[in-house]
């Protein structure tokens, strides 16, 4: 059984910094294409970044690209976000997510993704 725990969330003034971890445990950690999404109350919930296996390969929502840093270390079994310059808009809860796939891509919908985190709220004040 697959199990994800988020952590680092917190409430930030904007133009500040946060770093979201999510630590993974069951299963085969390096075969997952990992990545972070949020969802603000009464919105979808949309991708923020992903990473392939290896870290070699990542992507990001334009919302975010130039502020966000994704990041995993497969020897610990963890994958984290680094979020600078933070703005009001960033805030919403953060969910990490696993892939396990047979192809190393990073997909953006949520509906590809096997497993969840419980989330971890980020704020950010104006």
């Known amino acids: 059984q697959v199990q994800l725990v988020e952590s680092g969330g917190g409430l930030v003034q904007a133009g500040g910094s946060l770093r979201l971890s999510c630590a993974s445990s069951?299963?085969?950690?390096?075969?997952?294409?990992m990545a972070w999404f949020r969802q603000a109350p009464e919105k979808e919930r949309e991708f923020v970044a992903g990473?392939?296996?290896?870290?070699?390969?990542?992507s990001y929502a334009d919302s975010v690209k130039g502020r966000f840093t994704i990041s995993r270390d497969n020897a610990k079994n963890t994958v984290s976000l680094k979020m600078n310059s933070l703005k009001p808009e960033d805030t919403a809860s953060y969910y990490c997510?696993?892939?396990?796939?047979?192809?190393?891509?990073?997909?953006?919908?949520?509906?590809?993704?096997?497993?969840w985190g419980q989330g971890t709220q980020v704020t950010v004040s104006s």
């Open positions: 997510a696993a892939d396990f796939t047979m192809v190393d891509d990073v997909w953006t919908g949520p509906e590809s993704y096997d497993y």
């Open positions: 069951g299963g085969t950690f390096s075969r997952f294409v």
């Open positions: 990473i392939g296996w290896t870290g070699s390969r990542s």
